[in-house]
Nanobody, 123 residues
Framework: VQLVESGGDLVQPGGSLRLSCAAS????????MAWFRQVPGKEREAVASIDVVHNTYYADSVKGRFTISRDNAKNTMYLQMNGLKPEDTAMYYC??????????????????WGQGTQVTASS
């Protein structure tokens, strides 16, 4: 299993970024996927999740600003981030869910993680 994130950058507050997660080594369309983020010294927190029928779930802090999507033909998941705020600054990780029970936002339900891509919203 391999997950590779890309698209992180330094942007001004109010700006936009699109993150990508390229997946390989498993049947991508059969798994719920998610984006998490982490700031040094803090716990990893869920940002958004998308299941196998494309139902989407968002943390309250990003609702209305971020959009998660997936392209099963390309084995790729995306996170469109608009209206970025300084508090969105973090390392962003994509993850594959392997446990079907419990909350889609529980990090322990995800067994495979990418290496992360840094997003910084600052003037």
């Amino acid at each position: 299993v391999q997950l590779v994130e890309s698209g992180g950058d330094l942007v001004q507050p109010g700006g936009s970024l699109r993150l990508s997660c390229a997946a390989s080594g498993f049947t991508f369309r059969l798994f719920t996927m998610a984006w998490f983020r982490q700031v040094p010294g803090k716990e990893r927190e869920a940002v958004a999740s998308i299941d196998v029928v494309h139902n989407t779930y968002y943390a309250d802090s990003v609702k209305g600003r971020f959009t998660i999507s997936r392209d099963n033909a390309k084995n790729t998941m995306y996170l469109q981030m608009n209206g970025l705020k300084p508090e969105d600054t973090a390392m962003y990780y994509c993850a594959r869910r392997v446990r079907s029970s419990g909350s889609v936002f529980d990090p322990s339900a995800y067994n495979d993680w990418g290496q992360g891509t840094q997003v910084t919203a600052s003037s």
